[in-house]
């Protein structure tokens, strides 16, 4: 048998006497252990003879149970299958726990970019001008007029207070550090993640885009309606379709406006920032105005007169005098409005009834600050939809019966008015407080500017709404204000009658400012969408992020384009508001749980210049900010959430290869700290156990890994839920082998990901390949987050004596397991195990419950049944009776059992009758026997053979003439020493045993086998007949594994009874429970 050894050179000679007195002792004790094995086979007491023919011992206890031999030193905690099944009534529970974890990679930082502007003109200003818009123009007055002062007061001040407690956030982010150019989303993505950065971020830029629409919307209605409604293309044929024509025209002039605007941007951005503050002066003018109207109604009211029917509005627009009748040259003559309610303009014609009933009163509609009509406008009127606007407290005369109100002159209301709705078309007029952080790379002191610009601008705009709001109130009257279009003053803009010195400065002044908002949208969306392409954490947007060759983004210009013109499709202004309040509120939201998050971390980083902030106010923010998207509008709410969902679990799983530092990663670690320390505070529960999974794999020289069906195995097992930690031993010191550790981490986490196994990796280094694994059985994972479970490949060359991971190392390892209390899974032929990507259309997953050890193996077939590898598979339970056991009974309790753990199996109990032990059974013991004797023999004579080298090679460097020496050291040197067993060495090896000092060669063929092993073989060659006659065909055989000797002197004969007992099965997976219960019959 063909061996090597190494000739080591000592230095001193008293190294080299202790050397060979230390390998004389040894091989003495090694000689008195080998005397101790033959003589007491097993170290069972009632089997003490090793022959087993021996006439003295009584033949029935010779034999008694030598069905389960292989399983008898386990009865006392393992009970049989047949014994359990009697005592279901007793059935108990333990538990096990779980948390899950994952990590991301690190990312570099944007550059920031030079300093230009102060606070005034780079904060305060732009954000003035993106807050002051559209909605103060077009329906603060109907918001007024609709909800009254108090309501209105209300919505404003819950909107004001909601941007207010933002902005404190928001400053306090953007003061904690360098803000570079991104803004809003930059601050979000690098405080809560990639995740929720780029969720938040596309919810910014869709409400950026959808604000960019509403302004457009805007400028459209203040062009039909109030500066040449001439210029309509679609009129309404029939009465009741100005609504369906007015929509018609906004969806044509619209689209015509946003190509207009989309080349605009596109070829000259520059002149869009320059005219910016143009429109900037018109809405500053434009609110000038307005208060200086104000102050004239104190003292002289403008003349806008309201023609009422009854209590009815009357609109202007088909009519110029306000009676039923006109006296000229002492003759009654009817009035146009007279001829609108009656059929001639005879006095005698039939007319409408309520026109027959009620006088026309005209009353002037701007009674100017003085007249006390604040009272009658401090209460709400809400409305249905086609009702008539009516004035309070105006006398009114019913008609008998309703006729048909269309066609006839009466200010109608065009949507169904109440108080959330009012909230949602309201709350874009106060977004826009981003402005000033959108241009932080432009800032001179971005963490001076940001918070004082921002809160001024809040402050100011939250005064110039609050305080119009009570000015409206009290200057014009309720039926004006309700008249969203205008129609009761000849279709005047109803806050410019309002003005001074003319309504044109506001129209004029809103549309310019409309104009320019829309731009500006335009403009940013598109830049915004950059950042987020940009930083590559969205991938399906990355083409986004190219551009012209100066930078300006092209492709991100057409997609905002084209997400406009779906909010101009929609044509109404009062249905795209909610939307952009949906993500803009999503947005503010988020600012809010950033800071919060942050403040209650209090992570080491997190160091605001801005000190007027605390968790409590940013945490009411968010509140307000999320009670207002469902006041709002529940279901916009309810889409906005979904796609944002959608957008963070897409980057969940797409992208967020980026580690910004962020506070929900702070979040994330304490709330594990959190759960670890829960975890371990009580014992788990039966029903939450699962497999938490250490896989053991052996690497080969180069660091890859050896078995990686070992990993796809897992995957199918686990199907990602619970805890796995992927381990593996480099033998040697951490110091030389810290490379190759690092590339052992990269290989092992590089097929984590081919075979999708989430978990962990670690790789120890230990000196000794036995010691590594039992320091990761010992010390993998962390708290309550351990593994339950060792999951392993059968060593296949283990009767190869030079293999590392020798039977000698895999036997420890189940025992180290078994004391450690975990479950150990043993994988057989590990490389014929299916792959990821493989399906099984038949077959059958095939348990053989020998012993009850936990309920382990009725777990594992579910588990695999749940990946499509193994769905199509069918379960089958085998169990063995014995003779004195009632296999029929025992079939139906077993069915009763799979019935109660809710599992759908084939029962099938195999009966194994006692019987003599055959002479393939006694052969193949002897066989075995014969074989771990010689092993043991060729080991000392190893030894022998390093000690005599030793000499040699010590006398050569004593000596250095001496021929002769030389010569036998030449011949001692080489590494690699053939032995080959002649005559005469076999001769001399015998006479060497005479002497009782020294242990020679053990006549291995006068031996006789041990009584206890051929009863453990005759289990093994018996069961295995059983299982290969039912289950040789079997997708996969499950297998109660034996444990190993009490005594470690019979350690190499167990690993030949689990080689016989699994010969000739294709797939095993040996299953050795840890004797808790993991699985229970209780809900």
Same mark, same amino acid.
């Given at each position: 048998?063909?061996?090597?050894?190494?000739?080591?050179?000592?230095?001193? !000679?008293?190294?080299?006497?202790?050397?060979?007195?230390?390998?004389?002792?040894?091989?003495?004790?090694?000689?008195?252990?080998?005397?101790?094995?033959?003589?007491?086979?097993?170290? &069972?007491?009632?089997?003490?003879?090793?022959?087993?023919?021996?006439?003295?011992? +009584?033949?029935?206890?010779?034999?008694?149970?030598?069905?389960? /031999?292989?399983?008898?030193?386990?009865?006392?905690?393992?009970?049989?299958?047949?014994?359990? *099944?009697?005592? %279901?009534?007793?059935?108990?529970?333990?538990?096990?726990?779980?948390?899950?974890?994952?990590?991301?990679?690190?990312?570099?930082?944007?550059?920031?970019?030079?300093?230009?502007?102060?606070?005034?003109?780079?904060?305060?200003?732009?954000?003035?001008?993106?807050?002051?818009?559209?909605? %103060?123009?077009?329906?603060?007055?109907?918001?007024?007029?609709?909800?009254?002062?108090?309501?209105?007061?209300?919505?404003?001040?819950?909107?004001?207070?909601?941007?207010?407690?933002?902005?404190?956030?928001?400053?306090?982010?953007?003061?904690?550090?360098?803000?570079?150019?991104?803004?809003?989303?930059?601050?979000?993505?690098?405080?809560?993640?990639?995740?929720?950065?780029?969720?938040?971020?596309?919810?910014?830029?869709?409400?950026?885009?959808? /604000?960019?629409?509403?302004?457009?919307?805007?400028?459209?209605?203040? *062009?039909?309606?109030?500066?040449?409604?001439?210029?309509?293309?679609?009129?309404?044929?029939?009465?009741?379709?100005?609504?369906?024509?007015?929509?018609?025209?906004?969806?044509?002039?619209?689209?015509? &406006?946003?190509?207009?605007?989309?080349?605009?941007?596109?070829?000259?951005?520059?002149?869009?920032?320059?005219?910016?503050?143009?429109?900037?002066?018109?809405?500053?003018?434009?609110?000038?105005?307005?208060?200086?109207?104000?102050?004239?109604?104190?003292?002289?009211?403008?003349?806008?007169?309201?023609?009422?029917?009854?209590?009815?509005?009357?609109?202007?627009?088909?009519?110029?005098?306000?009676?039923?009748?006109?006296?000229?040259?002492?003759?009654?003559?009817?009035?146009?409005?007279?001829? *609108?309610?009656?059929?001639?303009?005879?006095?005698?014609?039939?007319?409408?009834?309520?026109?027959?009933?009620?006088?026309?009163?005209?009353?002037?509609?701007?009674?100017?600050?003085?007249?006390?009509?604040?009272?009658?406008?401090?209460?709400?009127?809400?409305?249905?939809?086609?009702?008539?606007?009516?004035?309070?407290?105006?006398?009114?005369?019913?008609?008998?019966?309703?006729?048909?109100?269309?066609?006839?002159?009466?200010?109608?209301?065009?949507?169904?008015?109440?108080?959330?709705?009012?909230?949602?078309?309201?709350?874009?007029?106060?977004?826009?407080?981003?402005? $000033?952080?959108?241009?932080?790379?432009?800032?001179?002191?971005?963490?001076?500017?940001?918070?004082?610009?921002?809160?001024?601008?809040?402050?100011?705009?939250?005064?110039?709404?609050?305080?119009?709001?009570?000015?409206?109130?009290?200057?014009?009257?309720?039926?004006?204000?309700?008249?969203?279009?205008?129609?009761?003053?000849?279709?005047?803009?109803?806050?410019?009658? *309002?003005?001074?010195?003319?309504?044109?400065?506001?129209?004029?002044?809103?549309?310019?400012?409309?104009?320019?908002?829309?731009?500006?949208?335009?403009?940013?969306?598109?830049?915004?969408?950059? /950042?987020?392409?940009?930083? $590559?954490?969205?991938?399906?947007?990355?083409?986004?992020?190219?551009?012209?060759?100066?930078?300006?983004?092209?492709?991100?210009?057409?997609?905002?384009?084209?997400?406009?013109?779906?909010?101009?499709?929609?044509?109404? %202004?009062?249905?795209?508001?909610?939307?952009?309040?949906?993500?803009?509120?999503?947005?503010?939201?988020?600012?809010?749980?950033?800071?919060?998050?942050?403040?209650?971390?209090?992570?080491?980083?997190?160091?605001?210049?801005?000190?007027?902030?605390?968790?409590?106010?940013?945490?009411?923010?968010?509140? %307000?900010?999320?009670?207002?998207?469902?006041?709002?509008?529940?279901?916009?709410?309810?889409?906005?959430?979904?796609? /944002?969902?959608?957008?963070?679990?897409?980057?969940?799983?797409?992208?967020?290869?980026?580690?910004?530092?962020?506070?929900?990663?702070?979040?994330?670690?304490?709330?594990?700290?959190?759960?670890?320390?829960?975890?371990? +505070?009580?014992?788990?529960?039966?029903?939450?156990?699962?497999?938490?999974?250490?896989?053991?794999?052996?690497?080969?020289?180069?660091?890859?890994?050896?078995?990686?069906?070992?990993?796809?195995?897992?995957?199918?097992?686990?199907?990602?839920?619970?805890?796995?930690?992927?381990?593996?031993?480099?033998?040697?010191?951490?110091?030389?082998?810290?490379?190759?550790?690092?590339?052992?981490?990269?290989?092992?986490?590089?097929?984590?990901?081919?075979?999708?196994?989430?978990?962990?990796?670690?790789?120890?280094?230990?000196?000794?390949?036995?010691?590594?694994?039992?320091?990761?059985?010992?010390?993998?994972?962390?708290?309550?987050?351990?593994?339950?479970?060792?999951?392993?490949?059968?060593?296949?060359?283990?009767?190869?004596?030079?293999?590392?991971?020798?039977?000698?190392?895999?036997?420890?390892?189940?025992?180290?397991?078994?004391?450690?209390?975990?479950?150990?899974?043993?994988?057989?032929?590990?490389?014929?195990?299916?792959?990821?990507?493989?399906?099984?259309?038949?077959?059958?997953? +095939?348990?053989?419950?020998?012993?009850?050890?936990?309920?382990?193996?009725?777990?594992?077939?579910?588990?695999?049944?749940?990946?499509?590898?193994?769905?199509?598979?069918?379960?089958?339970?085998?169990?063995?009776?014995?003779?004195?056991?009632?296999?029929?009974?025992?079939?139906?309790?077993?069915?009763?059992?799979?019935?109660?753990?809710?599992?759908?199996?084939?029962?099938?109990?195999?009966?194994?009758?006692?019987?003599? &032990?055959?002479?393939?059974?006694?052969?193949?013991?002897?066989?075995?026997?014969?074989?771990?004797?010689?092993?043991?023999?060729? !080991?000392?004579?190893?030894?022998?053979?390093?000690?005599?080298?030793?000499?040699?090679?010590?006398?050569?460097?004593?000596?250095?003439?001496?021929?002769?020496?030389?010569?036998?050291?030449?011949?001692?040197?080489?590494?690699?020493?053939?032995?080959?067993?002649?005559?005469?060495?076999?001769?001399?090896?015998?006479?060497?045993?005479?002497?009782?000092?020294?242990?020679?060669?053990?006549?291995?063929?006068?031996?006789?086998?041990?009584?206890?092993?051929?009863?453990?073989?005759?289990?093994?060659?018996?069961?295995?007949?059983?299982?290969?006659?039912?289950?040789?065909?079997? !997708?996969?055989?499950?297998?109660?594994?034996?444990?190993?000797?009490?005594?470690?002197?019979?350690?190499?004969?167990?690993?030949?009874?689990?080689?016989?007992?699994?010969?000739?099965?294709?797939?095993?997976?040996?299953?050795?429970?840890?004797?808790?219960?993991?699985?229970?019959?209780?809900?």
């Amino acid at each position: 048998m063909p061996t090597s050894f190494t000739v080591v050179p000592v230095e001193a !000679q008293g190294e080299k006497r202790g050397s060979a007195e230390r390998d004389g002792q040894l091989r003495e004790e090694e000689d008195e252990d080998n005397e101790r094995d033959r003589g007491t086979g097993d170290g &069972i007491d009632k089997e003490s003879s090793p022959f087993i023919n021996n006439a003295e011992l +009584d033949r029935g206890n010779m034999y008694e149970g030598k069905n389960m /031999a292989l399983f008898e030193e386990e009865m006392d905690s393992n009970p049989m299958v047949s014994s359990l *099944l009697n005592k %279901l009534a007793n059935y108990t529970n333990l538990t096990q726990g779980v948390v899950e974890h994952e990590a991301d990679e690190d990312s570099k930082r944007k550059e920031v970019k030079g300093p230009r502007m102060g606070t005034f003109i780079g904060v305060y200003l732009p954000c003035l001008q993106n807050i002051l818009g559209v909605i %103060l123009f077009l329906r603060l007055t109907w918001i007024v007029g609709t909800a009254g002062v108090l309501e209105s007061f209300i919505i404003v001040f819950m909107c004001c207070a909601c941007t207010m407690l933002t902005a404190i956030s928001m400053s306090a982010i953007a003061t904690n550090g360098v803000v570079p150019a991104g803004g809003s989303y930059y601050m979000i993505s690098r405080s809560l993640g990639p995740e929720f950065g780029g969720a938040v971020g596309l919810c910014f830029y869709l409400g950026t885009t959808f /604000a960019g629409a509403m302004y457009i919307l805007g400028t459209i209605e203040i *062009l039909l309606t109030y500066i040449t409604p001439s210029a309509a293309i679609f009129k309404a044929e029939e009465v009741g379709e100005e609504t369906e024509a007015m929509l018609n025209n906004m969806r044509v002039y619209g689209t015509c &406006i946003i190509i207009l605007m989309a080349i605009v941007v596109f070829v000259g951005v520059k002149y869009v920032n320059k005219l910016a503050l143009v429109f900037l002066a018109c809405v500053i003018l434009s609110i000038i105005a307005i208060y200086a109207g104000v102050i004239k109604t104190a003292f002289d009211p403008p003349d806008f007169p309201i023609c009422l029917l009854g209590n009815r509005t009357l609109s202007k627009r088909s009519f110029d005098v306000c009676a039923k009748f006109t006296e000229s040259n002492n003759e009654t003559k009817t009035t146009p409005l007279w001829r *609108l309610f009656c059929d001639s303009s005879l006095l005698n014609a039939t007319c409408d009834e309520y026109f027959r009933l009620n006088n026309v009163t005209e009353i002037q509609g701007i009674p100017g600050i003085m007249s006390g009509v604040l009272i009658d406008n401090l209460w709400s009127t809400y409305s249905e939809k086609g009702s008539i606007v009516e004035k309070k407290d105006q006398p009114s005369i019913a008609g008998s019966e309703e006729t048909k109100m269309g066609g006839l002159p009466y200010v109608f209301t065009d949507i169904m008015t109440y108080f959330t709705m009012l909230v949602g078309i309201y709350f874009p007029s106060v977004t826009g407080i981003m402005a $000033g952080s959108n241009r932080s790379g432009d800032l001179k002191d971005a963490q001076k500017s940001i918070p004082t610009g921002t809160i001024l601008a809040i402050s100011t705009t939250s005064f110039i709404y609050l305080s119009c709001i009570v000015l409206f109130g009290a200057c014009i009257e309720g039926v004006i204000l309700r008249d969203k279009f205008g129609e009761a003053v000849n279709g005047n803009l109803v806050v410019g009658t *309002l003005a001074w010195p003319s309504p044109w400065v506001i129209v004029i002044g809103s549309f310019f400012s409309t104009c320019g908002a829309g731009l500006q949208s335009l403009t940013g969306a598109p830049r915004l969408l950059q /950042a987020i392409a940009r930083d $590559g954490i969205v991938p399906f947007i990355q083409i986004f992020g190219h551009g012209k060759a100066n930078g300006e983004p092209t492709w991100a210009l057409l997609l905002t384009a084209g997400i406009c013109e779906i909010g101009i499709l929609i044509a109404s %202004l009062d249905s795209v508001a909610p939307i952009l309040s949906m993500f803009f509120l999503m947005c503010y939201m988020f600012v809010n749980l950033a800071c919060a998050v942050q403040t209650l971390l209090r992570t080491p980083n997190w160091r605001p210049r801005f000190k007027y902030y605390h968790w409590t106010l940013s945490f009411l923010g968010m509140s %307000l900010c999320l009670a207002l998207m469902f006041i709002c509008s529940w279901y916009y709410a309810l889409i906005a959430m979904l796609i /944002a969902g959608c957008i963070y679990k897409y980057i969940e799983y797409r992208g967020a290869e980026k580690e910004w530092g962020d506070g929900i990663r702070g979040l994330s670690l304490n709330a594990a700290r959190y759960a670890l320390l829960r975890v371990e +505070d009580g014992p788990p529960h039966t029903k939450n156990w699962r497999p938490q999974l250490l896989v053991l794999l052996n690497l080969d020289n180069k660091q890859l890994v050896k078995h990686p069906r070992l990993l796809s195995f897992t995957s199918q097992l686990k199907a990602g839920k619970g805890l796995t930690i992927v381990g593996s031993v480099l033998q040697g010191i951490y110091l030389d082998k810290c490379t190759e550790t690092q590339k052992a981490e990269e290989n092992v986490k590089a097929l984590m990901g081919v075979e999708k196994t989430k978990g962990f990796c670690q790789i120890v280094v230990s000196p000794s390949f036995r010691d590594g694994i039992s320091y990761l059985i010992q010390s993998a994972g962390l708290g309550g987050m351990k593994h339950n479970t060792v999951l392993m490949a059968w060593p296949q060359s283990w009767k190869q004596t030079e293999n590392r991971f020798s039977w000698k190392n895999f036997v420890d390892t189940v025992r180290e397991t078994t004391a450690a209390q975990q479950a150990l899974l043993v994988a057989k032929n590990i490389d014929l195990f299916p792959t990821n990507q493989e399906r099984f259309t038949e077959g059958n997953i +095939d348990v053989w419950w020998i012993v009850h050890d936990g309920g382990m193996l009725m777990l594992l077939p579910f588990l695999l049944r749940q990946h499509k590898v193994w769905r199509k598979c069918k379960m089958r339970i085998f169990t063995v009776a014995q003779m004195d056991d009632n296999s029929i009974q025992m079939k139906k309790d077993l069915q009763m059992f799979l019935y109660h753990l809710r599992l759908n199996a084939q029962v099938e109990v195999v009966e194994m009758f006692e019987n003599d &032990i055959s002479a393939f059974t006694y052969e193949k013991t002897l066989m075995m026997e014969q074989r771990s004797q010689m092993l043991k023999q060729m !080991q000392l004579s190893k030894n022998e053979r390093e000690r005599e080298a030793q000499l040699i090679h010590d006398r050569n460097t004593a000596s250095h003439s001496a021929p002769a020496v030389e010569a036998s050291v030449a011949a001692a040197v080489p590494e690699k020493v053939h032995m080959t067993w002649t005559k005469e060495k076999f001769a001399a090896e015998k006479h060497k045993n005479k002497d009782p000092h020294v242990s020679g060669f053990k006549d291995v063929f006068n031996m006789k086998p041990n009584q206890s092993n051929v009863r453990r073989m005759h289990t093994a060659v018996k069961l295995n007949g059983v299982v290969l006659n039912k289950s040789q065909h079997a !997708q996969l055989v499950l297998l109660n594994m034996p444990g190993p000797p009490k005594n470690r002197k019979g350690d190499e004969n167990y690993m030949e009874f689990l080689e016989v007992l699994t010969e000739g099965l294709d797939r095993v997976l040996l299953v050795r429970g840890s004797g808790r219960e993991v699985i229970t019959i209780y809900s």
